[in-house]
């Protein structure tokens, strides 16, 4: 693998540090192709939808790539960035059944799910069913409102928010492209700070 360009301590943690991204959409494309493109090292996404073209706005996707399933078309980009990067791939529906199993030995799972039910469960279940895995979640990137108004804030000893806290995707416009990849970079930001030993936002 690649040596990341920030010194031999930052760049072994990365290295040596595993991410699971739940959910390969808006969210979950950037902050998995963010996260390659810095260096972590061994990662796990999951997913169970397909490509669409409307999926196209928002999502680290092109239209060659509409019918894949996401997590196929996922791995392909991020095996193109870094080859030798450790992917694990679950293509099926996260329960609170499986969550744990599923992102086991992870060090951060970021939540990138678009359902408020499944945000919660996600966060319940890897919250309640581990002993040190923090989870980086989001609440509120829809709309053309200001970069300036998403933020990362820390809600409990292990769990981190980012976004606005607000905006709804089904009001007004709806999920931009440009939002959505300003609170995915906090996601990644976020977890590449704990891997490195920063528990502030």
């Known amino acids: 693998m690649r040596r990341s360009p920030f010194g031999p ?28 493109r810095t260096g972590i090292g061994h990662i796990v996404i999951a997913d169970f939808d397909t490509v669409e073209e409307s999926n196209l706005f928002r999502q680290c996707y092109t239209p060659a790539d509409v019918g894949r399933r996401k997590t196929e078309a996922l791995s392909d980009r991020l095996l193109e960035i870094e080859p030798d990067l450790d992917l694990q791939v679950y293509d099926g529906a996260i329960t609170a059944d499986n969550a744990c199993d599923v992102f086991s030995g992870c060090d951060v799972v970021c939540e990138c ?12 279940s890897i919250l309640s069913g581990t002993s040190g895995t923090r989870v980086v979640s989001c609440s509120g ?3 053309f409102g200001s970069s300036n108004d998403i933020v990362t804030g820390r809600r409990m000893s292990r769990l981190y928010v980012c976004g606005d806290g607000s905006s ?10 440009a939002r959505v990849m300003v609170c995915a970079g906090h996601v990644a930001n976020m977890t590449v700070r704990l891997v490195l030993g920063h528990d502030k936002p």
């Open 9 to 36: 301590d930052a760049s072994d943690r990365l290295a040596q540090a595993r991410v699971g991204i739940a959910g390969c959409g808006g969210m979950g494309s950037h902050v998995a192709t963010a996260l390659v």
């Open 113 to 124: 799910f678009d359902r408020p039910e499944m945000k919660a469960m996600l966060v319940e």
């Open 141 to 143: 990137m829809a709309g």
């Open 168 to 177: 709804d995707s089904s009001d007004g416009p709806g999920l931009t492209a």
